[in-house]
Nanobody, 123 residues
Framework: QVQLVESGGGLVQAGGSLRLSCAAS????????MGWFRQAPGKEREFVAS????????YYADSVQGRFTVSRDNAKNTVYLQMNSLKPEDTAVYYC????????????????WGQGTQVTVSS
């Protein structure tokens, strides 16, 4: 069955960095666009970044542009989110998901989701 397993979350001070990983199995990873989303307490899930099947194109929310980088390794069936210059407002549970063939910023267009990993940024 399809599995998406995130890792790499934790507690970091403002200005610090974390790298999230999402290991995928049960589907054709190289044929699937991937996305990262986050959800803070009391808020809706929001788009963070996405990457096309080959990795040639990436998309970012305005709030993370220039600080976060999404990448993928199709040989390892893994997508990454490098997060630099972290801010307290980046605190959330981070999820990876797949939207099939085409990249999207819309959560409802993603149909497989991981369980999430907590990122907490202290001020």
């Amino acid at each position: 069955q399809v599995q998406l397993v995130e890792s790499g979350g934790g507690l970091v001070q403002a200005g610090g960095s974390l790298r999230l990983s999402c290991a995928a199995s049960g589907f054709t990873f190289s044929g699937s666009a991937m996305g990262w989303f986050r959800q803070a307490p009391g808020k809706e899930r929001e788009f963070v970044a996405s990457i096309t099947r080959s990795g040639s194109n990436t998309y970012y929310a305005d709030s993370v542009q220039g600080r976060f980088t999404v990448s993928r390794d199709n040989a390892k069936n893994t997508v990454y989110l490098q997060m630099n210059s972290l801010k307290p407002e980046d605190t959330a549970v981070y999820y990876c998901a797949t939207s099939g063939s085409y990249s999207s910023t819309v959560p409802r267009q993603y149909y497989y989701w991981g369980q999430g990993t907590q990122v907490t940024v202290s001020s």
